[in-house]
């Protein structure tokens, strides 16, 4: 069981209730509270969208930073750096440490997105920032269906045709990708975006859990320790102290992942989901531009296409969703 009736209950009195949502935890049914506020949603809107442009910065310096150094050296020293700057910011505020229960789910988080972070990264390599980015947005229709496995949520014909179109535009970026002259590796980019993504979206049904036990600060601070301990179980056979030149940007990249995240939590906590599920998108455009600005990368009439059909289908699965909507943005890694 991933977390305790006390934790939950511990966590509700703090906080109004609003709304109540039942989930199951294979066999286990845990009840859960939470509210939203219904202040002007201005302020979250704006903040929202800063945080999903830090996000495509640090993709783009962390595509540089896998080129560099390969994806699992950049993923354990951007971790590393991250280790400390969270520490500090966790021991700041000096929380209550949270129940064993909830403890197992941050960590299992955490190794669900180190495999995530690293495909996603290592696909990177290879693939341009934007279609990389269209790609990953196939996770929240896929985890839909996860939904309905793990939590027992019923999928309608609203969100099956969703997915339909979604899958639809994978196939249009794919192809266009892989149609004519393309570099082998290329398809093995592709297929670890992919797989990514399928992670992500389980990744996001673990995300729901914990979101509504802990604070934006506690996720934080349990996942970037889960991440670097699973690099670090692998460093013996695959790190490679990085050159100093690479330090700033992984410090950069750190600093980018954490901030981000606090910015999408706080949005987040402060209006709908549903009006904010739009800006994750410009993800898109942001990628594209630090793609042609820093690499050189065209997006095709293809992969607008796609990405097109991909959005689509995913703000046509919002109107099935009558509870909390998920963050869908792939590179809060």
């Given at each position: 069981m991933l977390c305790s009736d006390s934790g939950v209950k511990e966590v509700n009195k703090k906080r109004p209730v609003h709304a109540e949502h039942e989930?199951?935890?294979?066999?286990?049914?845990?009840?859960?509270?939470?509210?939203?506020t219904t202040h002007t949603t201005a302020a979250p809107f704006f903040v929202a969208t800063l945080g999903?442009?830090?996000?495509a910065v640090m993709d783009a310096v962390m595509k540089g930073l896998a080129i560099e150094l390969g994806a699992y050296n950049a993923m354990l020293w951007r971790t590393g750096c991250g280790v400390l700057i969270v520490t500090f910011l966790y021991l700041l505020k000096r929380p209550a440490w949270p129940p064993w229960a909830t403890i197992r789910l941050h960590f299992w988080r955490g190794v669900v997105i180190s495999a995530t972070a690293f495909l996603?990264?290592?696909?990177?390599?290879?693939?341009?920032?934007?279609?990389?980015?269209?790609?990953?947005?196939?996770?929240?229709?896929?985890?839909?269906?996860?939904?309905?496995?793990?939590?027992?949520?019923?999928?309608?014909?609203?969100?099956?045709?969703?997915?339909?179109?979604?899958?639809?535009?994978?196939v249009v970026v794919v192809a266009g990708k892989l149609s004519g002259e393309y570099d082998e590796d290329v398809g093995k980019g592709i297929g670890a975006i992919l797989v990514s993504a399928i992670l992500y979206a389980y990744n996001l049904i673990l995300q729901r859990r914990q979101a509504l036990i802990a604070k934006p600060v506690e996720v934080v601070f349990f996942q970037t320790i889960a991440i670097f301990v699973t690099y670090l179980l692998l460093a013996p056979l695959l790190a490679v102290p990085p050159p100093m030149t690479a330090?700033?940007?992984?410090?950069?990249?750190?600093?980018?992942?954490?901030?981000?995240?606090?910015?999408?939590s706080w949005a987040y906590g402060r209006a709908e989901a549903r009006l904010l599920i739009p800006v994750e998108y410009t993800a898109f455009v942001w990628a594209?531009?630090?793609?042609?600005?820093?690499?050189?990368?065209?997006?095709?009439v293809l992969t607008l296409l796609g990405t097109a059909l991909i959005?689509?289908?995913?703000?046509?699965?919002?109107?099935?969703?009558?509870?909390?909507?998920?963050?869908?943005?792939?590179?809060?890694l």
């Open positions: 989930f199951r935890s294979i066999g286990f049914p845990i009840r859960l509270n939470f509210y939203m999903i442009a830090c996000f996603f990264f290592w696909g990177l390599i290879y693939v341009p920032l934007a279609e990389a980015i269209s790609l990953t947005f196939i996770a929240p229709l896929v985890a839909l269906y996860l939904a309905a496995v793990l939590l027992g949520e019923r999928v309608d014909s609203k969100a099956i045709l969703a997915s339909i179109i979604g899958l639809c535009g994978a330090l700033p940007n992984l410090v950069f990249a750190s600093i980018l992942a954490i901030v981000s995240i606090m910015l999408v594209a531009l630090l793609g042609w600005l820093i690499y050189a990368e065209e997006v095709t959005v689509a289908g995913c703000l046509l699965a919002l109107g099935q969703q009558s509870g909390a909507v998920d963050h869908v943005e792939t590179t809060a």
